[in-house]
């Protein structure tokens, strides 16, 4: 039998379609995600959970001249599907392919790449207010998770919008869970919403009673919504959203396709700001996505029978594990070490921690800034906070990190995961501009381990030192170190001498070390002898051994990091070396390019961009 799917080219043949005939392309849709992320790998459960979704505001919508702004982007396969990518989709996340996240250089119908959370209502307001003053005439929506809009920003741009009173319609996509389940005050709050029986029974009984309405008229909409409004007031704690200046609707099953499209074509009615609540469930459609979304949400591949987990990769570190594992470790010997995760309890190898010490664990949702805010008060107090945030996210806590922590001397850690490449999540993920962003901050220590047992002994340092300290780390290394049960304490800004040699100096960084370990021996063939340093620190720089290995002036230099060459390890080397007027060294800083970098593997990438033992070997022997 053909397939619906296969006559679907943009969302215009998707309209061709009668409301009866939607659910079966909703569940080839589904199927047609399974068979791809069971190879690729992906943001499979909360595609699975928005697949009505997308269905629906395509076929009462008309992207790209109404726009819609989906939130994070990790819900839009479906989105993808419907807007011309569907014979592409085998290549989802791979070097090359498509990309995971809605992105604005592969297609018309996305208005932004996206990849970080809470940003919708703010794109989607600001492309109403230019609408608006360009005379323009489309509709702009918002599609946003309740995880997503734990963020601040999202209730900035509510707060904003209330204000404005502008058409804005935000779809609020609302299955309980953020990646793990979602936390906080307005998560119980939607909770409320969702399970209020006495609210829900009224308004069914009110709708029941006017569909026996043969024609409802503007007018009498107006009346019903009035009314509804009306018993909001009474049953709706709050009524939060109106309180902000928004028209809320909901909650409605956001996997009954005809209510949803109604609801859409009823709400795009309306000229003020509007939040249409949808319940969902996350993984739908999928029995070991539903039963287990954490492990779904972001999957490696899969057998699709069994839900079984294809890739594990043993031999190779695991700096997650190695993290969570050892703050359960410090936690138990010294009582004031706390921890903070911004809605990454798994990712960052909490999961163990937050079981031991749930009255210690502190996930604050999708709330950088927060999060290092809070930090410092709890250092502030007495306590040893300790932050896990990935270095893509700790991009947006900028301010926070200079003027909360740094400035203040608090004493707070911060375990900045996914250092680096992080693959197949490509540009809106990679972690490469954190040593740019925090390499010059007073106060700040700055450090990256070249293995596990180094990462363990960086923590145990940090958390004895008495000001703000940063450990910069990829999830995987090259090398799998067994780690000793004891800690070894790291002297305060001293690099690591690990091969002495009378050629070039080769100072690495983190997961740099050990490839340049590698081309050190390769290069020892040849009769180029360098000398291989662990850096170790990025801040305070081991000046001191810099000085001793180059005091003659004649030994090449070569600075090697996962990072971008501007502003990172090898140009704050670069400055130093400047300072002491060392001008005839020859240099070569080996780090990623100053770009976007696309998605693809990371050890594709590390090669593509000379980051390999090759790519080290060879950079060295141009130099020599
Ligand atoms: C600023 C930022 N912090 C953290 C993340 C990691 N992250 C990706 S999706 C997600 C949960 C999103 O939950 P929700 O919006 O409810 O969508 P769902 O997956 O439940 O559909 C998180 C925390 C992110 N993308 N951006």
Redo the contacts with the bound molecule.
Sequence with gaps: MNRLLDSINSPVDLKRLKIRQLPQLASEIREEMIRVVSRTGG?L??SL??VELAIAIHYVFTSPKDTIVW??G??AYAHKLLTGRKERFDSLRQFGGISGFPNKDESSHDPFTV????TSISQALGMVVANSLTRSSGRVVAV??????T?GMAFEALNHAGQLGKKIIVVL???E???SP?VGALSKYLNKIITNPLYNRIRQDIRTLLKRIPRLGPKMLTTAQRLEEGIKDLFVPGAFFEELGFRYFGPIDGHNLALVIQALKNITLINEPILLHLITK?GKGYKFAESDPVRF?SAVPFDVETGISKKSQPTRSNFTETFGRTVCDLASRDDRIVVIT???TA?SGLVDFAKAFPARFFDVG?A?QHALTFAGGLARGGLKPVVAI?ST?LQ?AYDQMVHDICLQNLHVVLAIDRAGLVGEDGPTHHGVFDIAYLGHIPNLVLMAPKDEQELKDMIYTAISLPGPVAIRYPKRGTERIQTDKDYHNIQLGQAEVLKQGRGPVIMAIGSMVYPALKAAEILAKEDIEPTVVNARFIRPLDEALLDELLADGNRPLVTIEEHVERCGFGSIVLEFLAERGKKDIKIKRLALPNSFIEQGSRSLLLDKYGLSVKGIVDSVREIV
């Design positions: 943001h459960a909360s959970g928005a939130d994070v990790h819900q990849g970080h959370a809470s946003i998770g309740d995880g997503a809009l963020g996509n609302s299955n869970m953020a990646i979602s996350k949400h911004p809605a990454m990712g999708i950088e990935y996210f947006r």
